[in-house]
């Protein structure tokens, strides 16, 4: 294991550097290095000795190897294999928007909330990223296209609120003016629903934008696609958002999965505001609603065009703003749902 310099914000850094018996200057000069992700070998201006005992304490800087990149002909979205250092595998998604290049980031190799519809659950959790792998990704991808990444969504393999702490550091760290510098506006972080991590994340005063997804607004109906809910029901749910806005300010914004059959009605679309409306008292609402991606081993189907159009229609007919997010890397199976641990594409 060693010590993972990338995962160690400035001061942490510097307390090291203090400890081996060095100058101040010199936590600057290598941690200049650690945000570029150089290896210790190749930190050039630092003297030898200072660098050997790096190395003798087990101190290194590893970024995600990249294993395979898929491009898309359609639209430009580029899919990442990664190999992390024990050879795990991770996907990560840089999506082309107008507004800058946005990178879709893993947080655990693998996922324990087993919603039924995701690919990146169907083999479970094999462990947590830390720190620096959820960092990487995104100075691996930066590296490798040659262009800034300008924003942010936890949306891959894992949930966010299940690998906490390496999340919260990781947020600080991508934040820090010396590192990437992305701020927390530019930074989204989706959630199946873990209530504990929602109320703690609301006291750690990052302005990021939550998402929730939250796919039906049945707490019985919402057990069977989301074993979450098992723990938390949908009120408990909502009630979290409603005090997570009232601390922070920041709107939420709701993920809805539109399956052919299972939550595409027009019935649902009215529950879903009804409820929303009635949950979520004056906070401002928007839902992304989202055209299922086909899981080849789950045998739910995507909604037509026109359930999508006459539920989304009911929403704003019912004061709720609602959109539908166009997919992205149709080709290379790189759409919300479809990344999985062992990078092997469906057939
Ligand atoms: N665990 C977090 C982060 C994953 S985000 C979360 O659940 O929010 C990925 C988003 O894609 C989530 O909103 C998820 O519910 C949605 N999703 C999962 N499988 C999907 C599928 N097959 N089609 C469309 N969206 C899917």
Redesign the pocket.
Known sequence: MGMDLLSLPYDEIAALVADMGYPAFRAKQLRGWVVKGTPVEEMRNLPRDFREKLIERGCHVTLPRIVRKLISQIDGTVKYLFALSDGQLIESVVMKYKHGNTICVSCQAG?R?G?R???STLRGLTRNLAPSEILGQVMAAQNDLGERIANIV???I???LDNYDNVVRFLHLVNAEDGLNIGYRHISL???GVVDGIRKLQKENLPITL?I?L?NIDTEERKSLMPITNKWSVEELLAACCDYFAETGRRISF?Y?LIAGETDSVSRAEALAKGLKKQLGSMPIHVNL?P????SERDYQKSDSEAVMAFQKTLVARGINATVRRRLGPDINA????LRLNGQDEG
Not at 292 to 295: C, E
């Open positions: 996922c909330m919603c519809f995701c690919a936890m949306m891959g894992g949930e966010p989706s959630t199946c998402s997804s796919h993920e999965t989202i299922l991606n086909t899981v759409s919300c749902g479809q």
